[in-house]
């Protein structure tokens, strides 16, 4: 099973700062299957990023994804307040098995 | 609008089965995959099984093979989520998932079943 460590566990951070949040894989995903989601408190999760870099649908272009292989990068450029939240990565390439990181938690400074 | 919207909270005793439905609409329900996934309280997600809608075909995760079953109704568009033997760990939001297409992860969700397992 492909396991997915995210770093840093939180991140702190003021509106209008970069984020940059990192998703390792223990083994290479080789066809790029990673995506990213955001969760708000007692909210769903909701897709971000699929394909390791491509942008879901209404997602704004401050939100980039990057990487391939083992070693992902979700980028929030200029921090909303809306964007604080925890972001999990997924990969899906050893199907069907879709493991999840532990999540890295985007808190305000 | 595409939605997926699931049965309501449920409270289950040590033991029981639970039986969670979530209902497709707005798209075309047989042509994409729908997944389980699961969160703990304060815990992060966990993915438990897909079903294929069109032909019924399963997959489950390893740690839940011998008690999760997952089935389809397709004149309702609804897919069910069995899950039996319930222990407290198993006390949970569990949500439903479209997998948008091959490369496309999970883009639609439902809003969440939230499972509580007592003693």
């Known amino acids: 099973e492909i396991v997915l460590t995210q770093s840093p566990g939180t991140l702190s951070l003021s509106p209008g700062e970069r984020a940059t949040l990192s998703c390792r894989a223990s083994?290479?995903?080789?066809?790029?299957?990673l995506a990213w989601y955001q969760q708000k408190p007692g909210q769903a999760p909701r897709l971000l990023i699929y394909?390791?870099?491509s942008r879901a649908t209404g997602i704004p272009d401050r939100f980039s994804g990057s990487g391939s292989g083992t070693d992902f990068t979700l980028t929030i450029n200029r921090l909303e307040p809306e964007d604080f939240a925890v972001y999990y990565c997924?990969?899906?390439?050893?199907?069907?098995?879709?493991?999840f990181g532990q999540g890295t938690n985007l808190e305000i400074k | 609008q595409v939605q997926l919207v699931q049965s309501g909270a449920e409270v289950k005793m040590h033991g029981a089965s639970l039986k969670v439905s979530c209902k497709a609409s707005?798209?075309?329900?047989?042509?994409?995959?729908l997944h389980w996934v699961r969160q703990a309280p304060g815990q992060g997600l966990e993915w438990m099984g897909i079903?294929?809608?069109?032909?019924?075909?399963?997959s489950f995760a390893q740690k839940f093979q011998d008690r999760v079953s997952m089935t389809r109704d397709t004149s309702t568009s609804t897919v069910y989520m069995d899950l039996s033997s319930l222990r407290s760990e198993d006390t949970a939001v569990y949500y439903c998932?479209?997998?948008?297409?091959?490369?496309?992860?999970?883009?639609?969700w439902g809003q969440g079943t939230m499972v509580t397992v007592s003693s």
């Open positions: 997924q990969q899906y390439d050893s199907s069907p098995r879709y493991t």
């Open positions: 079903i294929n809608p069109g032909g019924g075909s399963t």
């Open positions: 998932a479209r997998e948008g297409g091959p490369l496309n992860g999970f883009d639609i």
């Open positions: 394909a390791a870099s």
């Open positions: 083994q290479s995903l080789s066809s790029s299957y």
């Open positions: 707005g798209y075309t329900f047989i042509r994409y995959y």
